[in-house]
């Protein structure tokens, strides 16, 4: 964690600091969640020591839907695709394998009786996993890193109680925004006074908020996504973005896909021509070989990696 804090969060907020010609002292705001590394004496004093300027602010529980524009929208998209374009390369090393095997056999044995499916073996080695995973990091990045999409699962972080407030920089900024803050002290009397009263505990570093101690590492997480993989990352790219129910391609979200909730979506059925998936000797040796239906169905699906 300070090793993260020392060599990507402080030279990121000099950075910003540079580019908006605001001065080095300026305060910078860092969003965690409230697990218990974070929540360590030992952390907050050497973030007060060595990074004063950096003021954490903890995600309360139950808040993610809220607090955190990543787990609302953009981590959505981007496991997805990570997850679709490593089941292709999955999919591809097995049919080649598959299709080796079948081949050794024939030769044998001029048969596909005995054919022993136990001897595939996927890859696994580092040096291979390192090289695929490149590809599907890459992919996800160019399928997330758009601003349209990006400003979106900011605003999709909003109160259900008043929907016109969210996360988004137009949202923060706005007249209406401003004229709340501008009321606070008679509209919510109970928060303007925990706000204004200050800081009694001196003993706490002024950069750090207060979390729940209550809170436990495994609270509040969010659910894992279940997308179907028939889905191609880009349906489901612009249906974040534009929030419609109805996907496209025949696609359709489910009753729990609402205020962009991690859900999956219906499947899809596809219609399959019947035939024979076993070779057809034609005599004298020789073969023809009919495609294994199920793969053929999804064809499209995996050439659009």
């Keep these: 964690m300070k090793s993260y804090v020392n060599k990507i969060l402080a030279p990121y907020f000099a950075t910003v600091r540079a580019a908006h010609g605001d001065p080095p002292n300026q305060l910078a705001i860092w969003q965690i969640d409230a697990w218990s590394v974070h929540r360590s004496a030992e952390f907050h004093a050497w973030m007060a020591k060595h990074h004063p300027r950096i003021q954490l602010k903890y995600v309360p529980g139950g808040c993610t839907g809220i607090w955190q524009p990543c787990d609302v929208g953009i981590q959505r998209v981007l496991k997805h695709e990570i997850h ?107 928060l303007w006074a925990e706000i204004s009263q200050g800081r009694t505990d001196k003993s706490k570093p002024a950069s750090q908020s207060e979390p729940d101690p209550s809170l436990s590492d495994d609270e509040d997480e969010a659910q894992e996504l279940g997308d179907d993989l028939s889905i191609p990352s880009t349906t489901l790219h612009d249906h974040m973005l534009t929030g419609d129910s109805a996907f496209g391609r025949g696609f359709v979200a489910n009753d729990k896909d609402t205020n962009h909730e991690f859900a999956q979506v219906a499947d899809v059925m596809v219609d399959v021509e019947e035939g024979p998936s076993e070779p057809v000797k034609l005599g004298c040796g020789k073969w023809i070989k009919k495609p294994n239906q199920f793969y053929t169905a999804g064809k499209a699906f995996w050439e659009e990696l």
């Design 84 to 190: 679709h374009t490593s089941c292709a390369d999955i999919v591809a090393e097995v049919l080649q394998r598959l299709e080796a095997l079948e081949a050794e056999a024939l030769e044998a044995t001029g048969s596909l009786d005995e054919l022993d499916v136990s001897a595939i073996q996927l890859d696994k080695k580092i040096g291979v996993l390192r090289d695929r995973s490149m590809g599907w990091l890459v992919r996800a990045h160019e399928i997330v890193n758009h601003p349209k999409f990006v400003r979106k699962a900011f605003e999709h972080c909003q109160l259900d109680a008043e929907p016109h407030f969210n996360l988004s920089h137009a949202s923060l900024t706005s007249s209406a925004a401003l004229q709340a803050l501008k009321n606070l002290s008679t509209s919510d009397l109970a």
